[in-house]
């Protein structure tokens, strides 16, 4: 058989998990809360199950969890939305996105997407037959640079891969990024994807900016959210795509035909959740700032350096005043050395990336972050010291 991505392999997060689970190393790779979810929450699937919530679920979703979706977006961004025609529940993030850009290109399409970007976009996009230009966000700090967007740009155009807050850079994007994208597809037949599933984990007290929230990329734009990041659940796997009814009609054409219907007493249960807790998010930003700030104070005058993070459920670990080596290299060591999973950025990147950056989830237990802190504090005293 000729495979359809010969260069594509198990992705980083799998296979750190993995070796993780393997070397009974520290898992701070992949992005998942290693602490307990809300009983309540566990009490409501039971409960659904219970009741009988045991057969396919409507295609779209269940009626009950497209409302609570509703009233989640009026709670957060004072937006209507009609949850008929315009809210799709999904497989986790990762289906929406994958079903929307099924659903938005074709053979000989070109699609915007940034570099670094989410490992699952580019292989989706060349499973659809269209390509993937990418665009650098510029150092230090992972801006963007909208006017080379705007040269990227041709005929054969036809969505932009957009994420904020970003994952693996861990920035947000500002109300004059939006602005920025508007105005350069503005005349131009070129749709957006936005993946915002860290939409309420940014930090020191900014806000995160939706499309949804613009007009103008509104009405463009397939807007991707996650449960399994908002209720610290990602074996969940339930998200949802927000979107105008003419790009929401296309988007369940493939959603009907690629995971058909999502895990009925799950939704059950969410909608209840999110109708005992309608404020939801609202104390996210705040949970994992507090674990944010734990692991960076643990590891100051460590040696390594930690670039800013304002949101997502990440912190980068700079390692350029310890080692030379590359990303891939340095994160292997990391896992056998000092026993700690790490994510490096360079499956991220188009091209092998220069950059000495590693990812770290901070999505952990308090004595995870401490260990993990204290392993890396080791491991760097020992590089140091010329005797690791
Ligand atoms: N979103 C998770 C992360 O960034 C990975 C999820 C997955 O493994 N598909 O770590």
């Known amino acids: 058989m000729i495979s359809k991505l010969p260069d594509v392999g198990t992705t980083i997060f ?10 009974g190393a520290l898992n701070l790779g992949q992005g998942f809360p290693d602490y307990d979810i809300d009983p309540r929450l566990a009490e ?19 009626g009950s969890l497209r409302e609570a979706i509703a009233t989640k977006l009026r709670l957060s961004y004072g937006l209507e939305r009609d949850p008929q025609s315009e809210i799709t529940v999904t497989l986790g993030a990762t289906e929406a996105i994958y079903s929307a850009i099924q659903a938005a290109v074709g053979a000989g399409d070109e699609v915007i997407a940034f570099d670094p970007a989410y490992d699952s976009y580019e292989p989706a996009v060349r499973l659809a037959g269209a390509r993937c230009i990418r665009i650098p966000l510029a150092q230090p700090g992972f ?14 155009t036809r969505l932009v891969l957009f994420n904020s807050p970003h994952n693996p850079a861990c920035v947000t994007a500002s109300a004059g990024d939006l602005d920025a994208l508007a105005r350069i597809i503005r005349d131009r037949d070129i749709l ?3 993946d915002e599933v860290y939409e309420h984990v940014v930090f020191d007290g900014a806000r995160h900016h939706s499309v949804l929230g613009h007009p103008e990329l509104a009405r463009r ?27 929401t009609r296309e988007l369940r054409k493939v959603h009907q035909f690629n995971t058909f219907s999502i895990a009925h007493p799950l939704q059950e249960a969410i909608a209840g959740y999110l109708a005992e807790k309608p404020e939801g998010g609202r104390g996210l930003a705040r949970f994992f700032q507090d674990k944010r700030d ?11 350096a930690l670039p800013p993070a304002q949101g997502t459920y990440f912190q980068l670990l700079d390692f350029s005043a310890l080692s030379k080596e590359g990303d891939l290299a340095f994160a292997e060591r990391l896992l056998t050395e000092a026993g700690v999973a790490t994510i490096p950025l360079a499956p991220f990147y188009e091209s092998p990336t220069s950059l000495p950056f590693v990812r770290l989830c901070v999505a952990k237990k308090d004595s995870t972050l401490d260990e993990a802190a204290r392993r890396l504090g080791g491991f760097a005293e020992r590089l140091r010291r010329g005797a690791a």
């Open 14 to 23: 799998t296979v750190m998990s993995r070796r993780a689970r393997e070397l």
């Open 143 to 156: 801006r963007y640079d909208w006017d080379q967007v705007r040269s990227a740009f041709s005929a054969r």
């Open 44 to 62: 409501l699937v039971a409960e659904a199950m219970r009741a009988g919530f045991n057969q396919y679920a409507p295609m779209e979703g269940t």
């Open 192 to 194: 957006v994807l936005s």
């Open 221 to 247: 734009s397939f807007a991707v959210f996650s449960f399994g990041k908002t209720l610290h659940a990602t074996g969940l796997r339930v998200g949802y795509c927000v979107a105008p009814p003419l790009l």
């Open 294 to 304: 734990r692991l960076r104070a643990a590891l100051a005058g460590s040696g390594f």
